[in-house]
């Protein structure tokens, strides 16, 4: 073997360990930077020795070529369903059935999380990911091998510690996205105007059957094995959790932690109540239980109809839905002037809080539901989703249909939908209050400058009392300004102008964002920062500057090109300088992520070697964001001695909680771990 050849198998074994421990041990070892420069290194290596590049190269994640639809791919055996019960009265209907079934033999099960995503079914052969295909009608489905590869937790290598698995051998399991993955794209959806998911679930499976493979290695998605193909003879397991085993033993990724073992159909009640209890605090979405009969000589006896095994079933959680009615439609307007049309209900709990208000996204969404004002209409809300309309259940006599308004509801500017194709319509009126309250929202948002405390409510004052005409008059307030507005009292209005005064200092990438130059969001930002390190020199850029940027392309160019264009635009770049924005992305935030990178981090109990406020500064050094409440939006809960109630409400959260000890270490892997 060359010693190129043999180099770059020595850094794919590292990455592929690399993977491993971050997405099926959830232990990472190295830094998203480390990981990085390994993946570079090895990408370097393979472009400069071509005949090194083998097909299960972790290269060749990222994505290869956009096809124009997928093949079909027969599976070895069916890809059943399961059959659903809903109530514990039917839970104990199914279980004494398969009792009965059993003749009174002890009974196992095997209690697993149901994940909301979407099934995929993997082959290996001698080793190596062969395909991986949807489930489709269950006899045939569509082969995403390349967009399954992009997925860093399925292994392209299966091998137990040492040795490569040299059968075939299939797994199916469930391909899903994180809550917070899923809001992460859809807000990057929103920043290039694209249409955003529903929910986890059509995210995962809208991003898994994405025509390019390169668009689904962005979206993150996860996968948890839940169930065995055709199994080789060689490999003898004699009950489901013993195939879990194996599939852990092939390092294969399975959420077992989750997995636990009942005999009596009470536990598995029991078991039932407790995810349902938690299901809200978990960072991924399940939609009830999957209860299966441990023994395969069980599963065997037991058999299945058409469509789904009479050895297993899925025991659903409750979906908050309700009904009400929609009394009337408001249009909000955007900070592009996009126009959405509101559904103001008669307000109901739904999932534990009240809703009055629902959108119902665009006009198309409106035809597609049939709704009309007055109609009875199944509402819901699951876990953090937004609300959404489901259906109409019943249809008013007097039911007035819903209709893209001619005017604008905030200036009466023209409303028009640009293009035909196009699903929005907009407001056209550049100067229109609404569009400029949400384009201050923005400005002032977390991704943006994070000025907190500066809400909606305060957003309409500052703007209604013409105290804020464009987003450089915020650097221009006074404490006496605020204090004219009701919303203000002296404390408050302190905080806003420090949070104001702190915005000033915020990196390039998020002053970008901030500006909402349509189509640049947080990736594009921090390529944009990284290349050009100041907004004087990004201005300067021409189309043929920006569009060769492989990140770009002309669009996006264009886009940013016609922002610096605009004269309201330079003149607003003037008043931010003079006000002292910083306009440059600081050195160390250059090519550089850290463990903190973007993450909020909150501090509970007494530190050793540091001050709290040292070690929130070393936080905000690392690029992060110390935060003083806790929040299922916390990234990592840092505990010192003596904690508050902080560590109990984290835990139940399932916000990652770090000791001094692992924050400093994992500080230091950022580049600067001193005090
Ligand atoms: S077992 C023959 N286990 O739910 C049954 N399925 O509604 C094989 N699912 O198509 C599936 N979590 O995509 C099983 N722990 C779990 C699951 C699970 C989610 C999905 C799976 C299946 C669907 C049925």
Not at 595 to 604: A, D, G
Not at 639 to 662: F, I, M, T, W, Y
């Amino acid at each position: 073997m060359s010693s190129f050849r043999k180099e770059a198998e020595q850094i794919r074994r590292k990455i592929e360990e690399h993977n491993y421990s971050y997405y099926v041990l959830n232990q990472p070892t190295i830094t998203d930077k480390e990981f990085d420069d390994l993946l570079k290194k090895l990408q370097t290596l393979e472009k400069e020795h071509p005949e090194c590049v083998t097909p299960d190269s972790p290269t060749q994640r990222v994505g290869g070529k956009a096809v124009s639809s997928f093949a079909p791919r027969s599976h070895s055996v069916p890809m059943l369903s399961l059959e659903n019960v809903y109530t514990e009265e039917e839970f104990r209907a199914w279980w004494e059935r398969a009792q009965k079934n059993l003749e009174s033999e002890p009974i196992e099960a095997v209690v697993e999380p149901k994940m909301d995503g979407v099934s995929l079914a993997l082959v290996y052969e001698k080793g190596r990911l062969l395909s991986a295909a949807t489930r489709g009608d269950g006899a045939v489905g569509e082969d995403v091998t390349a967009n399954a590869r992009t997925i860093r937790s399925i292994p392209l290598n299966l091998r137990t510690q040492n040795e490569i698995v040299s059968d075939r051998f299939e797994c199916r399991g469930e391909v899903y996205i994180l809550k917070s993955d899923f809001e992460k794209t859809n807000r990057r959806l929103i920043q290039q105007e694209d249409k955003t998911f529903v929910n986890p679930r059509n995210a995962a499976s809208g991003s898994l059957r994405q025509k390019d493979p390169s668009v689904t290695a962005g979206r993150n998605l996860r996968f948890s094995v839940h169930s065995m193909g055709s199994m080789p003879s060689q490999i003898k397991i004699e009950t489901h959790s013993q195939f879990i085993e194996t599939c852990k033993k092939y390092r294969l990724p399975v959420l077992n932690q989750s997995i636990s073992i009942c005999s009596t159909e009470e536990e598995v009640v029991q078991i039932y109540r407790h995810w349902n209890k938690i299901r809200e605090s978990l960072p991924y979405e399940i939609d009830g239980i999957v209860v299966k009969i441990n023994s395969l000589r069980q599963q065997q006896i037991l058999g299945q109809t058409a469509k789904s095994p009479r050895w297993a079933v899925a025991f659903k959680f409750m979906a908050h839905q309700v009904q009400t009615k929609v009394r009337a439609v408001e249009f909000s307007v955007g900070r592009t002037g996009v126009v959405t049309p509101v559904a103001k209900v008669n307000p109901v709990e739904c999932g534990g809080v009240t809703i009055s208000s629902i959108s119902l996204h665009n006009f198309d969404e409106v035809e597609r539901l049939g709704v009309e004002i007055e109609d009875q209409v199944l509402i819901e809300r699951a876990g953090d989703v937004i609300p959404k309309v489901v259906r109409v259940v019943t249809r008013s006599k007097s039911g007035r249909k819903i209709v893209p308004p001619k005017k604008c509801p905030s200036c009466e500017g023209e409303v028009i939908r640009e293009k035909e194709e196009e699903v929005a319509y907009r407001c056209v009126n550049p100067s229109c209050p609404a569009q400029f309250e949400r384009a201050l929202l923005h400005f002032a948002s977390r991704d943006g400058m994070d000025v907190q405390g500066l809400g909606e409510s305060a957003a309409q004052q500052l703007i209604q009392k013409n105290l804020v005409r464009d987003f450089s008059d915020l650097y221009r307030l006074k404490k006496e300004n605020l204090l004219g507005c009701d919303l203000f009292a002296d404390k408050k209005a302190e905080n806003l102008l420090r949070q104001i005064e702190i915005s000033k200092s915020k990196p390039l990438a998020k002053l970008l964002i901030a500006l909402g130059i349509r189509h640049v969001g947080e990736k594009i930002a921090q390529v944009l920062a990284e290349r050009f390190e100041s907004l004087e020199s990004l201005q300067k850029k021409t189309l043929e500057d920006l569009t060769p940027i492989p990140e770009l392309g002309p669009i996006i160019a264009n886009s940013i090109v016609q922002f610096f264009a605009q004269k309201s635009n330079i003149t607003l770049i003037k008043k931010l300088k003079e006000s002292g924005v910083n306009f440059k992305q600081p050195e160390h935030l250059l090519g550089q992520t850290t463990p903190f990178s973007q993450k909020s981090v909150l501090f509970t109990g007494e530190l050793k070697r540091a001050t709290r406020s040292q070690a929130q500064e070393m936080v905000r050094q690392l690029g992060g964001n110390p935060v003083s409440s806790i929040s299922k939006k916390t990234d990592f809960l840092v505990c010192g001695e003596n904690p508050g109630s902080k560590l109990e409400k984290a835990r139940h959260l399932g916000v990652q909680v770090l000791n001094e000890d692992e924050f400093i270490q994992m500080a230091g892997e950022g580049g600067r771990g001193t005090i």
